[in-house]
């Protein structure tokens, strides 16, 4: 992007990466860290239930949600829809009132980075208003391998970054961490590169010098990724169901990309997480999930939504 100090418009950010990459921690950092001082931030979740704002509302200045359909196609009109009611607010307000002057908009794991910048680009209001300042792009560096061999979209918005974040860094080695940086460097040879650990910035020094990941050529005949949302009864049998999900992420994770969940508990509003086969920690939210309690999102390929409701309701029968 080119960017020139008079021009007025807002500033977006628009950060991207595949399903999972680490984009709400990373952004949850940055925020904390004062990178997008007063920013409004967008967040986009394919699925109907969002879990990404609980996360970021104590650190955003302030935030639109924008879930259930991918901003760079079945979502595309909300997002130019929020997008054309900030910039109308902006415009009401006088210059000395205006707060915000940039958005980050974080997009779906799904969507691809050049497909919004192309609509707000076509957009006869939205293009006099907002500047698109940057595309930074997260990249697993532990799950990068099976999604660019297997996904062209991981490979489209790497193409699509201006830079490129390298996440989960403290849970590869050296080796595949500089395979990876090589892999994306000829994929996207312009782009900057740095990497993060948990959100934080990571050094990329004393690299190994390895070749690039071979690339298959894809073909464009693969289902598409959809989300399935499955309400868990309040009586459940949690035993019953984590073995379920255990053995279910043991059997499908490759076509399981993401899985999130949010559990009410005693202690409060359990987020539970997937990323293909890893399972994270279980986290306590930091503000009441109202309206999504005891909801788990499966986003992939390769079954029908009704199997698995089937497959839960068969498994964890009194
Ligand atoms: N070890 C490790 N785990 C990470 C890192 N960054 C993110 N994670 C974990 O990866 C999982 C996904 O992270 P998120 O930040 O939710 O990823 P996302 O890209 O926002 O996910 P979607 O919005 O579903 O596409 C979470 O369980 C994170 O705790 C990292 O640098 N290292």
């Known amino acids: 992007m080119t960017p020139d100090a008079d021009d007025s418009r807002l500033r977006l950010t628009i950060l991207g990466g595949y399903l999972g990459s680490g984009k709400t921690t990373w952004l949850r950092h940055q925020l904390f860290a004062g990178t997008f001082p007063g920013a409004h931030i967008l967040v986009n979740e394919a699925a109907l239930t969002p879990v990404d704002d609980t996360l970021l509302a104590a650190q955003a200045a302030s935030m639109t949600m924008l879930a259930g359909g991918c901003a760079c196609c079945t979502g595309k009109a909300d997002l130019i829809a929020a997008l054309r009611a900030l910039c109308d607010t902006r415009s009401r307000q006088s210059a000395e009132m205006r707060g915000t002057n940039q958005i980050v908009l974080e997009t779906s794991g799904l969507a691809d980075p050049a497909a919004i910048l192309a609509a707000i ?7 006099h208003h907002i500047r698109v300042a940057e595309i930074v792009v997260l990249v697993d560096a532990l799950h990068a391998v099976q999604q660019l061999q297997s996904e062209h979209l991981s490979r489209a918005q790497i193409e699509a970054a201006d830079r490129i974040i390298l996440t989960k860094v403290d849970a590869v080695t050296d080796h595949t961490l500089a395979a990876v940086m090589a892999t994306v460097k000829q994929l996207n040879p312009a782009a900057e590169i740095e990497a993060a650990a948990k959100g934080l910035p990571h050094a990329l020094s004393n690299l190994p010098d390895v070749p690039a990941y071979a690339l298959p050529l894809l073909s464009d005949g693969m289902a598409p990724i959809l989300p399935t949302k499955i309400d868990i009864p309040e009586d459940v049998d949690w035993a019953a169901f984590s073995v379920w999900l255990s053995a279910l992420l043991y059997a499908r994770g490759d076509d399981l990309v993401r899985v999130k969940g949010v559990f009410e508990t005693p202690a409060g509003p359990l987020l539970l997480q997937a990323v293909r086969k890893s399972v994270q920690p279980p986290e306590l939210l930091p503000a009441p ?12 390929r390769g079954y029908e939504s009704e199997d698995l409701r089937r497959s839960l309701a068969y498994f964890t029968r009194n």
Not at 121 to 127: H, I, K
């Open 121 to 127: 680009r076509d957009d006869g209001v939205l293009v």
């Open 289 to 300: 999930a109202q309206d999504r309690r005891n909801q788990i999102v499966f986003i992939g």
